[in-house]
């Protein structure tokens, strides 16, 4: 099975007592490769394709940013998950790394706990993520993730963003007048909407473990761990108007071009333990109905929900 396999984790830092204390900590449950450069980096996760890469951000010939932006233009290399190591303190350089996609921080010096915990967090997302389609958890029409998979990954994030008190969002969307479409101009044409429109959802979700999933008829969800509001309220607004602009073929007239809105709710919460994650997606519902009465083709959202603060 292939839950027997050790997945493979990728260390790259100059620093060989860094490198040798990661490898102490991740070694009895993965398989290690090391790099000790930005170049070298490229070429073993060109290779190997590991399940996850622990990369340092300072480094003498690329620094880590460079390194993911190489990694993410790199269709063989695009989709794994990125952890930077780091001493930086700067916000500022923890939101450059989240906007280029790295999925979490370790800090310098390192607590093997929390090495640990963010590792197995991202490799088992990522062993998700490979078993999809086995599973039976893509939606067949869209061909991304279903409810079965948007619940399960909801589950993992909510207890993780509960562990590492970090917030988790969530946008709850639903096609605009979508009945009257399909009414209109019949179901084959709904159908090849309802997959125009999920690319367009794909298009505008950076990181691996944001996830975009179909809920049920035109209804869909986007989880987006450790992201606050104003980062959710950037992606959500992005999704509309990227459907906003999409444009398919009418049936029988393939000048005619069909279109359509969204209406979007957008929820951040800082999760307790005492909190459920069907709060959040009931907030989110409430929040794109009203963004449905309110005009449409729109994003809706109020203050956080238990920031903690």
Not at 17 to 46: F, Q
Not at 83 to 98: H, M, P, R, S
Not at 296 to 302: A, G, L, Q
Request: overall charge neutral.
């Amino acid at each position: 099975m292939e839950t027997d396999i050790k997945q493979t984790i990728l260390i790259v830092d100059d620093e060989r007592l860094s490198s040798a204390v990661l490898n102490n900590i991740l070694s009895p449950e993965y398989s290690i490769l090391m790099a000790r450069s930005g170049g070298a980096a490229l070429k073993t996760a060109e290779e190997a394709v590991p399940d996850l890469i622990v990369l340092d951000i300072i480094m003498p010939d690329m620094n880590g940013f460079d390194v993911l932006k190489n990694l993410k233009n790199n269709v063989v290399t695009s989709k794994i998950p990125v952890i930077f190591i780091t001493g930086l303190k700067k916000v500022q350089d923890e939101e450059t790394g989240f906007l280029l996609g790295a999925v979490d921080y370790i800090t310098k010096p390192f607590v093997a706990t929390i090495v640990k915990a963010r590792v197995n967090t991202h490799t088992q997302i990522a062993r998700q993520m490979r078993m999809i389609e086995n599973l039976g958890m893509i939606d067949p029409l869209t061909n991304i993730p279903n409810r079965r998979n948007f619940d399960e990954r909801l589950d993992l994030e909510w207890k993780r963003a509960i562990r590492d008190k970090r917030p988790v969002s969530f946008l709850m969307i639903d096609l605009d007048n979508f009945k009257q479409f399909n009414d209109t101009h019949g179901h084959l044409r709904g159908d090849a909407l309802l997959k125009a429109v999920s690319k367009a959802f794909t298009s505008c979700i950076k990181r691996p473990a944001d996830l975009a999933a179909r809920l049920g008829g035109e209804e869909f969800g986007i989880i987006l761990p450790d992201t606050d509001l104003n980062g959710a309220m950037k992606v959500a607004e992005d999704i509309r108007a990227a459907v906003e602009a999409v444009r398919i073929p009418a049936a029988y007239d393939k000048q005619n071009k069909l279109s359509t809105t969204v209406s979007i709710g957008a929820v951040t919460w800082y999760p307790q333990i005492k909190d459920s994650a069907l709060e959040l997606i009931a907030k989110a519902d409430k929040y794109m109905y009203i963004a449905k009465k309110t005009g449409k083709n729109r994003v809706y959202t109020e203050l956080p929900e238990n920031s903690g603060r």
